[in-house]
């Protein structure tokens, strides 16, 4: 049965309504990219805050809440992903993810 | 509109009932329709399983971060638990229950389905095998809701269930083990592969090989199976179901006839005593083996116990299993087979396990891979060893091809002898060690194998297909499969013939043992222990009372002598007249 892609990619695209939405691209630079563990973390720090997260890449668009999505992204080392935040504490949220990210997800290179 | 199927029957009888259709996910669900009524407690029994599973994850990981293990191990539980979490696996199955009206098990497989696609899509294989997570996450999930009595199917008293499946693994087999099927039907397998054997044990008949059953058959359906005859009828008229309840109370009214000879002691006509053994899979299946007044457990199968479940079966766990029969057996010989694991009872997800094999039959497995795993065999044979006082527990050694593997598994044997000693844990110090006769090299070279171990035991099913190399599982050759085979006849004459010259105790333990057709030609090589499926103990019983062993024993010189398979075949007509 083929159905509608019933992606765990409940993040809505911002209508232009949203006044404000921070966006920002980044290099994902640690050894694997967003593998599974740090899928976990994404999901993680993203869930943390109430303003919705989204990551976007390669023609995909990914929940940072939903561990399915950020998986099925398969962003791999170099992988240059486009974060979105908007809702209450945007910024904030923005600032966790760059860190994360930017932070090669706390791995050990 | 009536129509029958052809298959290879694996087990006699005639069962009459409705037909349940499986699935062709990697777990094999059953679809089912439900009443709008039931959507809500569907919804709740597929929200429990996912809460259940949720407390599994979180107690494993509160027991692995407490403990030294590995980092690792608790991110792993990270990743499984945060997919089970995602609402897509939480929230559209919900939703398909309602829309579709169907069970939680076939939404949820549905959804797996979907997101399978999805993975497959992935180019990068690092990511795209991620995939086996969600997996796993699915088959637990699964697995619990497999556990807990779904909703009622409508059925009248007299309609009994029948399995309709493309495939079934043992481990399928041996969960459906709990429910009431009336008989089993199959697109795959073969007379000898190990689902029908599982089916067999639980004395239902089976067809097998239907190759489109699953396809061709609908949901509720009445079907009649005709394990005997190798057919499966669908939607039979009235007057065909008239004529086979006929049937079926026939057959009834004959196994009771049979059920008089429980008792009575297995000898010939010219007064040889016959042991008649039971083949186990499960200590339930003691209960069978009881009623049917076996002399032992020729063959404990000891694999099956770490079927359907992750990891291995503990020491203590295994102790508990072994322990339960050969205390059940009240002092008669129990056999236990160390495990028989590759080739076609693959244990998937075993780590070391999950690699394929270019050709499973001849690669590692049984005894080869209990050598290469020796923590794992010394596990078992420690657990059996500490059963030994409770009964007489003797241990196996399956699919033996050299000396060295005979006296590699005596060392580790003797080690485990010696770790138990320095415990102070009781063991039966003079238990017997045996060995399977499955490998035509070892028949070639019996004598170096009697003359290191107490007993032996033939396996004929791996004995003919490693003479004939032909896959007993494999649909396309299993016609090849031939137990009267010239070659095989000379093996297993010369098999029998110098185990009792050499003063070694055999057994024949495969399929064979349990045909009432092959008994008088077993009989007359020589062999006077069988080890068979309880429910072919009584058939088999039967024939051994009208059986004179001397006469016996011309017939199967003839047949030694001959390579003509149609010489055999008159020859061992007359046997049987």
Same mark, same amino acid.
């Given at each position: 049965m083929k159905g509608p892609p019933q992606y765990g990619a409940l993040c809505r695209t911002p209508?232009?309504?949203?006044?404000s939405m921070q966006t920002r691209l980044i290099e994902?630079?640690?050894?694997?990219?967003?593998?599974a563990r740090a899928c976990v973390k994404v999901v993680r720090v993203a869930s943390r805050f109430r303003s919705e997260v989204c990551l976007i890449w390669n023609g995909r668009r990914a929940s940072a809440r939903s561990m399915m999505a950020v998986m099925l992204l398969a962003a791999g080392v170099g992988a240059t992903i486009r974060l979105e935040t908007s809702g209450p504490d945007e910024a904030e949220a923005m600032t966790a993810m760059v860190q994360l990210i930017s932070g090669q997800f706390g791995e050990r290179q | 509109m009536s129509f029958v199927l052809h298959g290879i029957g694996v087990s006699n009888g005639i069962a009459i009932g409705r037909a349940q259709l499986v699935s062709h996910a990697t777990l094999e669900v059953a679809h089912y329709s439900i009443t709008p009524e039931q959507v809500a407690g569907e919804t709740e029994r597929f929200a429990q399983a996912l809460q259940s599973v949720q407390r599994e994850l979180e107690t494993l990981h509160g027991a692995m971060t407490s403990g030294?293990?590995?980092?690792e191990f608790g991110a792993f539980l990270d990743v499984h638990w945060m997919i089970l979490t995602d609402p897509t696996l939480h929230e559209i199955p919900k939703r398909t229950i309602a829309e579709q009206l169907c069970n939680a098990e076939w939404a949820l497989t549905q959804q797996l389905g979907v997101l399978m696609e999805q993975f497959e899509t992935i180019e990068d294989p690092y990511f795209r095998e991620r995939k086996a997570d969600v997996v796993h996450v699915v088959e637990r999930v699964l697995k619990v809701l497999m556990g807990k009595p779904g909703p009622v199917r409508p059925?009248?008293?007299e309609d009994h269930t029948i399995l309709v499946a493309h495939d079934l693994s043992p481990a399928d087999v041996i969960q459906f083990k709990n429910h009431d099927f009336a008989a089993f039907l199959t697109d795959l397998g073969g007379v000898t592969s190990h689902t029908a054997i599982v089916a067999r044990s639980l004395n239902v008949p089976a067809v097998v090989a239907t190759h489109n059953a699953r396809t061709l058959i609908r949901e509720n359906e009445m079907l009649i199976v005709d394990g005997g005859r190798n057919v499966v009828i669908v939607n039979p008229d009235r007057s065909v179901l008239t004529e086979y309840r006929l049937k079926q109370e026939e057959l009834e009214l004959e196994w009771q006839k049979l059920?008089?000879? *429980? @008792?009575?002691?297995?000898?010939?006509?010219?007064?040889c005593k016959i042991e008649l053994m039971a083949n186990i899979?499960?200590?339930?299946d003691l209960e069978q083996t009881m009623e049917n007044g076996?002399?032992?457990?020729?063959?404990? *199968? @000891?694999?099956f116990l770490f079927?359907?479940?992750?990891g291995l079966p503990s020491e203590d766990e295994q102790f508990e299993a072994y322990r339960t029969v050969a205390a059940g057996m009240k002092g008669q010989p129990v056999t236990v087979r160390t495990f028989d694991l590759g080739a076609d009872k693959h244990k998937e997800g075993l780590d070391g396990l999950s690699r394929v094999a270019p050709n499973p039959a001849l690669g590692l497995r049984a005894v080869r891979f209990c050598l290469a795993e020796p923590r794992l065999f010394l596990t078992q044979l420690r657990a059996i060893l500490r059963a030994s006082p409770y009964g007489k527990v003797k241990i196996l050694l399956p699919m033996l091809s050299s000396v060295s593997e005979i006296e590699q598994a005596l060392a580790l044997i003797a080690q485990a002898k010696d770790s138990l000693r320095e415990q102070k844990i009781k063991f039966d110090t003079g238990i017997e060690v045996g060995g399977m006769i499955e490998i035509p090299a070892a028949v070639l070279s019996l004598a170096a194998f009697a003359s290191r171990l107490d007993f032996l035991s033939i396996g004929t099913n791996d004995l003919i297909q490693y003479t004939l190399a032909?896959?007993?599982?494999d649909d396309a050759v299993a016609?090849?499969?031939?137990?009267?085979?010239p070659a095989v006849i000379k093996l297993l004459a010369l098999a029998i013939s110098t185990s009792n010259k050499a003063g070694v105790p055999v057994a024949v333990c495969g399929e064979m043992a349990g045909e009432a057709r092959f008994t008088r030609l077993l009989l007359g090589m020589g062999l006077t222990n069988f080890s068979m499926h309880p429910a072919h103990l009584l058939t088999v019983k039967q024939r051994v009372l009208t059986s004179d062993v001397g006469e016996a024993r011309g017939f199967v010189e003839r047949m030694r002598r001959s390579d003509e398979p149609a010489k055999l075949i008159a020859l061992l007509g007359k046997l049987n007249a």
């Open positions: 209508t232009k309504t949203i006044s994902l630079t640690n050894r694997l990219g967003l593998h | 030294d293990a590995p980092a059925a009248t008293a059920r008089r000879l *429980r @008792t009575t002691p297995a000898t010939t006509l010219d007064a899979e499960l200590p339930e076996a002399n032992g457990v020729g063959l404990f *199968r @000891t694999e079927l359907n479940r992750d032909v896959d007993r599982a016609h090849l499969y031939d137990a009267l085979h």
